[in-house]
């Protein structure tokens, strides 16, 4: 086997001498850039071809197809060889995937780091989920760093260590049920519209019925300005056999709870607005003032469906309630993940449920750090 060289001031010319010269037998070997352009000069890349000895038939001939036909001069039969290039062509296509991972040059300077060919795929799976730029940097260098070079070459071990780094920074609460004599409450809030209701709902049948520990749950609504809130919830109180107590003043929420104290479980139901409309969330916030001396947990609820700024506005104006945890909801109405991991990271603030679709109570997740970056890293959240 005989191996050449050609030069090109790109892969693509280089490959196409080689092709020109040697013809299609030609297997690729390495694909590498040798100079850069400097003082003038071009950029120069180099492709190194092996090409087979003319004695080296049994290979050639294990591709070629004996083909029996009739020419149409003659009524006698004669046989003609075809040489079969599909395997050839398979050759040369991965190939020229390499050549367009060296391609990617724009693409491939973060701040003051190179990103290397075998990290490309994941860098565009960053980009393409709106991941924050700056954790991107931060996690392209460790990976360059702590990665060893063994297994750069394999795509499962980089994908495999870039998942490990994520789950190191994602931060998520565990689900930790109650004691038989302990006691909860939990309020949820968040803008108009993005199924706080329907998540009650779901761990209100979670608590209640899914753990096997006959739990007390009793709800509280705030939300007497949304057409049907009250309906909404008291459907669904009656299916489950759950108290409901609806509570339209700040004074009149200790009283609710104190009749809801038999219960393990209290969640709280707040009115949405938009997080830009301050007195509303003040009217919240003068709610659990009334209860100062009972601990309210508060989860803000949030949209997976919306840009990182959204979220980042959300969470500046509804933080004015001293927010302990997030919730996700809507996970099943987008593609794109990276905004989620970024912003939990960046507030500090742990997840503690995923919601992926209506149906309650199945469609609730309890945060799990690697369904998010599955979800991240297929672009799709899968059911359970």
């Known amino acids: 086997m005989n191996m050449l ?3 090109g001031e ?8 080689a092709q020109e010269q040697c013809g299609e037998e030609a297997i690729v070997i390495s694909t590498k850039k040798i100079s850069s352009a400097k003082d003038g000069n071009k950029d120069m890349y180099e492709v190194v071809v092996a090409l087979e000895d003319e004695n080296s038939t049994p290979a050639k001939k294990a591709y070629t197809k004996k083909i029996i036909t009739k020419d149409p001069r003659k009524d006698e039969k004669f046989q003609a060889s075809v040489y079969d290039f599909r395997a050839e062509i398979l050759k040369m296509q991965d190939a020229i995937g390499q050549v367009q991972k060296t391609l990617w040059d724009p693409k491939s300077q973060l701040y003051d780091l190179t990103i290397p060919p075998e990290f490309a795929d994941m860098y565009n799976l960053f980009e393409k989920n709106e991941f924050d730029q700056e954790m991107t940097y931060t996690i392209m260098k460790k990976t360059i760093k702590q990665l060893p070079v063994a297994l750069k070459a394999n795509p499962k071990k980089v994908n495999d260590f870039f998942k490990l780094i994520l789950r190191r920074i994602l931060p998520i609460k565990h689900e930790i049920p109650l004691r038989k004599h302990q006691r909860k409450i939990t309020m949820m809030v968040g803008p ?14 979670r608590y209640a019925y899914k753990l096997g520990q006959n739990y007390k749950v009793g709800i509280v609504t705030l939300d007497s300005f949304r057409v049907g809130a009250i309906e909404q919830l008291q459907a669904y109180t009656n299916i489950m056999r759950l108290p409901l107590e609806v ?17 393990n479980y ?61 919730t996700f909801t809507k996970l099943d109405e ?14 500090k603030k742990s997840i503690t449920y ?29 059911r359970r």
Do not use: W
Not at 10 to 17: E, H, Q, R, S, W
Not at 192 to 204: C, E, F, N, S, Y
Not at 247 to 263: F, G, M, Q, S, T
């Open 192 to 205: 108009t519209g993005v199924g706080k209701t329907t998540t009650i709902a779901k761990l209100a049948a």
């Open 266 to 326: 209290i969640f709280i139901d707040t009115a949405g607005s938009s997080q830009y409309d301050v007195d509303k969330i003040e009217l919240i916030n003068e709610y659990q003032n009334r209860v100062e001396d009972l601990p309210i947990e508060k989860i803000l609820v949030l949209p997976a469906n919306v840009k990182q700024s959204d979220l980042t506005d959300i969470y500046t104006n509804y933080s004015r309630l001293n927010i302990d945890y997030l």
């Open 247 to 263: 509570v339209k003043n700040p004074e009149d929420l200790i009283e609710a709870l104190l009749r809801l104290k038999d219960c």
């Open 5 to 7: 060289s050609f030069l």
């Open 354 to 382: 995923f919601s992926i679709g209506q149906n309650v109570p199945d469609d609730l997740i309890v945060s799990d750090a690697s369904f998010l970056i599955d979800c991240f890293m297929n672009n799709s959240c899968p």
């Open 334 to 347: 987008t593609k794109s993940f990276g905004n989620l991991i970024s912003f939990a990271h960046k507030t």
């Open 10 to 17: 790109t892969p693509t010319i280089a490959l196409k001498k």
